[in-house]
């Protein structure tokens, strides 16, 4: 069984910066995916970012594009979401996911979830 763990949630002003890490642990397979996905209230899961375990390929939403990364530590076993130029709008949780989905940002499609991360941006 894999287990997942967000940390490095918080509060933080429009235009500033906030990284998420997402410990992974447990058996993972060579094509396991983990992804990044977002709930605001009374709002769907949205996806975020995905990164390839093995090659460290990387996918965004384009809400995200240029503004977000997404990284993965092989060695920590730990995948971070390096998030700059914060807008109001990105307040949500945050959840990391893993699995080995055909599409990334299919969130059905991931097997193991964390407990989800808090941000909140103010403007």
């Known amino acids: 069984q894999v287990h997942l763990v967000e940390s490095g949630g918080g509060l933080v002003q429009a235009g500033e910066s906030l990284r998420l890490s997402c410990a992974v642990s447990?058996?993972?397979?060579?094509?396991?995916?983990v992804g990044w996905f977002r709930q605001a209230p009374g709002k769907e899961r949205d996806f975020v970012a995905a990164?390839?375990?093995?090659?460290?390929?990387?996918t965004y939403a384009d809400s995200v594009q240029g503004r977000f990364t997404i990284s993965r530590d092989n060695a920590k076993n730990t995948v971070y979401l390096e998030m700059k130029s914060l807008e109001p709008e990105d307040t949500a949780v945050y959840y990391c996911?893993?699995?080995?989905?055909?599409?990334?940002?299919?969130?059905?499609?991931?097997?193991?979830w964390g407990q989800g991360a808090q941000v909140t941006v103010s403007s």
């Open positions: 996911a893993g699995g080995d989905p055909n599409w990334y940002s299919d969130y059905e499609a991931y097997d193991d």
């Open positions: 447990g058996r993972t397979i060579s094509s396991y995916a």
């Open positions: 990164v390839n375990w093995s090659d460290g390929f990387a």
